[in-house]
Each structure stands twice: as C-alpha cells, then as structure tokens.
C-alpha cells in the first residue's frame, strides 16, 4: 500500500510502496529502520516504522462516489425493466429507498474497508 512519512529535513512528506498491511510487517520487511530519499530536498534519512503511516485512499473515495453515481440510475433502470409497475406504484416508498440505499451501501462498505485498512497498519504499532 502506500506508505507516508515526513521528511526530517524539509517536512515535505515522502510516499513510498510497500505490501506491508501493519507496521510490525513493515519491521520485519524492512527492518528496525527504514532509509528513504525525499524527492523534495534529496536528503537520505532513517525513519522508525513509528514514523510510517497510511492514508485513506483518494482512489477508492473517489470510485465509491462514482459507483453512487452511476450505480442509481443503472438501478433505477434495472427496477423500471424488472419491477412490475403495479407494484411500483404500490411500494414506491420503498423503492425510492432501495434506489438510494443499496449504492450507497456498496460505497460505504468501500470506505469502511479502507478505514480498517488505514487504522490497522497506523494503531497497530507502539
Ligand atoms: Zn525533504
């Protein structure tokens, strides 16, 4: 995943890759501590796998607000061709719910994955 620390000498932050999904995985993968280049000052320095942390993934925030967005009207669509239209009118509360829920189900379950992910490699280590 990618991986984030502050530069020691010009606290621009330096984004590297890594399997790593705790910081006891990065340890044992990297060792006690890390050298990394900043791409800012080009300065080498050692950071301790407490200096590592994670971010959220703007990607996946990003796909989830999508799938929200295109997933209702292909929901909306998939209901008008399979729903019966007696029963659509008869349920239409409950339809206009599902229409709403059921996508943003699916993206908040995306980025609840992704806070778990976050929080499990950034609480893990101390
Ligand atoms: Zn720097």
């Known amino acids: 995943m990618r991986l984030f620390t502050k530069c020691k000498s010009c606290n621009s932050e330096i984004l590297f890759r890594n399997s790593s999904n705790t910081r006891v995985e990065l340890e044992m993968d990297k060792g006690e501590s890390i050298s990394l280049i900043c791409s800012h000052c ?3 320095n050692d950071y301790v796998v407490n200096e590592i942390y994670t971010k959220p993934s703007k990607i996946l925030r990003i796909s989830g ?9 292909i929901f909306a669509i998939w209901m008008y061709y399979n729903v019966p239209r007696e029963a659509f009118f008869h349920f239409k509360t409950g339809f206009m719910f ?12 995306l980025s609840n994955r992704d ?6 490699f950034n609480n893990y280590y101390s």
């Open 65 to 73: 607000t999508l799938f929200f967005l295109t997933g209702t009207p």
């Open 115 to 120: 806070r778990v992910r976050v929080n499990s």
């Open 98 to 109: 599902g229409l709403l829920a059921v996508p943003l189900a699916v993206s908040q379950i």
């Open 42 to 44: 080009n300065k080498r």
